[in-house]
T-cell receptor
Framework: AQSVTQLGSHVSVSEGALVLLRCNYS??????LFWYVQYPNQGLQLLLK??????LVKGINGFEAEFKKSETSFHLTKPSAHMSDAAEYFC???????????FGAGTRLFVKA | EAQVTQNPRYLITVTGKKLTVTCSQN?????MSWYRQDPGLGLRQIYY???????DKGDVPEGYKVSRKEKRNFPLILESPSPNQTSLYFC?????????????FGPGTRLTVL
């Protein structure tokens, strides 16, 4: 069975600091991995996705994530946080059977001025 | 504008009173899905549909029904709502059922069952 674990339900950073949101997955086959962002009172929107083409994936708004098979990780980073990055972030993995996407529990990012 | 719409956005109801949450997409997507979002649990899939008249259960289907009579619409039906169905619901769609396809989400429906 596939699963996703996001370490830390809340992360707080200062404006201009590095953002690091952690995601570990389990999968018996090469996975497709996604990061989605949810701004207050909105639906989720795609930040970036890994589909085996390149291990370092660049997304929107300056975010990127690196797929590390040996660590079964897909951590999300941004070099310099902005106030507008405050949101909830979800890591997700596609299922091997049928068509299901398994979401992590989410990490809420707070950005301090 | 390409989008997924849901109605209503907010709903307060009482136990046992049947309700329907509508979902519509204008992108000609084959795949549609319903999720519920609960604190600390992330999004859990309720039902999904790979095309017209093709639906299947997700991880938490109990107490819900769906139908897919037209490609653009995928309503979620709660025939006898209970308080444990109080949640934030999202409809999503993607072009096909391919595992690398991005999902597009609606704005959400916050449901409270008293």
């Amino acid at each position: 069975a596939q699963s996703v674990t996001q370490l830390g339900s809340h992360v707080s950073v200062s404006e201009g600091a590095l953002v690091l949101l952690r995601c570990n997955y389990s999968s018996s086959v090469p996975p497709y991995l996604f990061w989605y962002v949810q701004y207050p009172n909105q639906g989720l929107q795609l930040l970036l996705k890994y589909t085996s083409a390149a291990t370092l994936v660049k997304g929107i708004n300056g975010f990127e994530a690196e797929f590390k098979k040996s660590e079964t990780s897909f951590h999300l980073t941004k070099p310099s946080a902005h106030m507008s990055d405050a949101a909830e972030y979800f890591c997700a993995v596609s299922s091997t059977g049928g068509f299901k996407t398994i979401f992590g529990a989410g990490t809420r990012l707070f950005v301090k001025a | 504008e390409a989008q997924v719409t849901q109605n209503p956005r907010y709903l307060i109801t009482v136990t046992g009173k049947k309700l329907t949450v509508t979902c519509s997409q204008n992108m000609n997507h084959e795949y549609m899905s319903w999720y519920r979002q609960d604190p600390g649990l992330g999004l859990r899939q309720i039902y999904y549909s790979m095309n017209v008249e093709v639906t299947d259960k997700g991880d938490v289907p109990e107490g819900y029904k769906v139908s897919r009579k037209e490609k653009r619409n995928f309503p979620l039906i709660l025939e006898s709502p209970s308080p444990n169905q109080t949640s934030l619901y999202f409809c999503a769609s993607s072009l096909t059922r391919r595992k690398d396809n991005e999902q597009f989400f609606g704005p959400g429906t916050r449901l409270t069952v008293l």
